[in-house]
Structure formats: C-alpha cells, structure tokens
C-alpha cells in the first residue's frame, strides 16, 4: 500500500464514529443514557442487535408520546416543542446518539432525562410571549 493509501485509510479510521460495546441483554434496563445509547446503536449482525433497535425507537417514542401527552393541557413552560413535521425517528434517534456521545458527562444520566434534555436542547420552545 502506498504512503496516500495509508493516509486515506487511517483518515477514514478517524472519521468512523467511536466504536462502542456491543448491546448486552443488561442494557434493556435502559437505566442510563449510555444504555440507550447502546441499544440504539447495535447492529443487526449482532445477536440482539435487531431487538435491541427496536427497544430504543420503542423506548424513545412512548417517551416523547407520554410527556407530549402530559403536556398537552399545561400552559407553562414544556421541555420541548417538536418542529411541524416532526422529525423522523431515525434523524432524531442519529442526532440524540451524537449528542449523547459529545459530552460524557451526559451518558451517566437517566435514560428519560437524557433524552429529554436532548430535546429540549435541540427543539427548544418559543418564550411565551409576556401578558
């Protein structure tokens, strides 16, 4: 290989995202969000990989459905407001993935507050307007 093959190779190398664990079955807990983390990043080459998958869109939309719901007749300040459309649920899933990743920090988190607070970092809501 020569001297730019080797650069290319280790520049693709650098730019793959952090590699991480493989899910395990003790993830399900989804007590942290580096659980979530990791069930919504397994492959579907893995053993588990698909439920895994599967367990974090789940997770993360009955989430989003319950507190939107809970929400819904509050007039104070929400933790989010979703865009109109929505996004989908992989880009959302993709972006709380990165996001969670930037700051280690926020792995340690509970797997709920972390995902809220991803979205209401990402799709904050307007200031009420003053009365």
């Not at 579907?44 to 507190?67: H, K, M, R, W, Y």
């Not at 933790?79 to 280690?104: D, G, I, M, Q, Y």
């Not at 920090?105 to 200031?127: H, I, K, N, Q, S």
Request: with cysteine; charged share 15%.
């Amino acid at each position: 290989m020569t001297i730019r093959g080797w650069v290319v190779a280790a520049g693709l190398v650098l730019l793959t995202p952090c590699a991480s664990h493989a899910a395990t079955e003790a993830n399900f807990g989804a007590a942290t969000t580096a659980d979530l983390v990791e069930l919504c990043t397994a492959t579907p080459d893995s053993p588990i990989g698909t439920a895994a998958v599967n367990f974090c869109e789940g997770f993360a939309q009955a989430a989003v459905l319950v507190e939107l719901q809970n929400m819904a007749p509050f007039r104070g300040q929400k933790l989010f407001c979703l865009p109109n459309p929505p996004p989908t649920r992989n880009e959302a899933v993709s972006e709380f993935v990165s996001w969670a990743r930037a700051s280690p920090d926020r792995m340690a988190a509970p797997a709920v507050d972390g995902l809220f607070r991803f979205l209401g970092e990402r799709y904050p809501c307007p200031p009420s307007p003053s009365r």
